[in-house]
């Protein structure tokens, strides 16, 4: 399998992510959606990364499709839990973790540079709301949810991840004792120390 992504897109880091913890072989290709020479358009009619392209030639696109693909592929180190409760929880904390990522490209990207302070302020109360309720949620657990490590965990690592990558002036960890501890217990993952994101 073939997965098109750029360096510092969360949601490639997402796909990688689990692709490490579900040990699956892939081939990881540099491609930047803006290159229409990178194939993107090709295998996503939105034009969008991360997309899988499969050994069939068919593709998938969308970070929680792809990572939803792969927990099917493997058993090892399963991703989304059985009972339907519990996956409803893990899929509200990857909305959490990709709020959190979303709001955070619209604000360091600034891709409208005729946005408002007011506009700004905005999009960082969304990632200050995210981590907020992140950090209530979590609480003294060693996990985002069911005890063991999850989809949740790696939304919230991502966006994270992500928060210090661009924004490093953002200062979230005094306020979030309970993120701190959890950032640097996955930091230790291999998972998350291969796909570290680099400058794009």
């Known amino acids: 399998m073939k997965l098109l992504g750029s360096r510092g897109s969360p949601y490639v880091r997402k796909v990688r992510i689990a692709f490490v913890e579900k040990n699956i072989l892939y081939e990881y290709v540099v491609a930047r959606p803006s290159d229409p020479n990178s194939g993107v358009a090709e295998f996503n009619p939105l034009g969008k990364v991360p997309v899988l392209v499969r050994l069939d030639g068919t593709a998938l696109y969308d970070s929680s499709v792809i990572v939803e693909y792969l927990d099917g592929l493997s058993k090892t180190g399963k991703l989304m839990p059985d009972t339907f409760a519990d996956r ?27 946005q ?15 981590l907020a309720a992140m950090e209530r949620d979590l609480g003294a657990r060693q996990f985002c949810c069911c005890n063991s490590f999850t989809l949740a965990d790696i939304a919230c690592g991502m966006a994270l991840g992500y928060l210090d990558h661009v924004l490093p002036d953002f200062e979230w960890r005094s306020a979030h004792p309970a993120l701190r501890a959890h950032a640097e217990r996955l930091g230790e993952r291999e998972s998350f120390k291969t796909t570290m994101p680099v400058a794009s």
Not at 89 to 107: F, H, K, S
Not at 116 to 130: D, L, R, S, V, Y
């Open 88 to 114: 409803i929880e893990v899929r509200r904390w990857e909305a959490l973790g990709n709020g959190i990522a979303d709001a955070t490209i619209l604000t360091s990207h600034d891709y409208d540079k005729r």
């Open 116 to 130: 408002t302070p007011q506009w700004h302020a905005k999009q960082q109360k969304k990632i200050a709301g995210g």
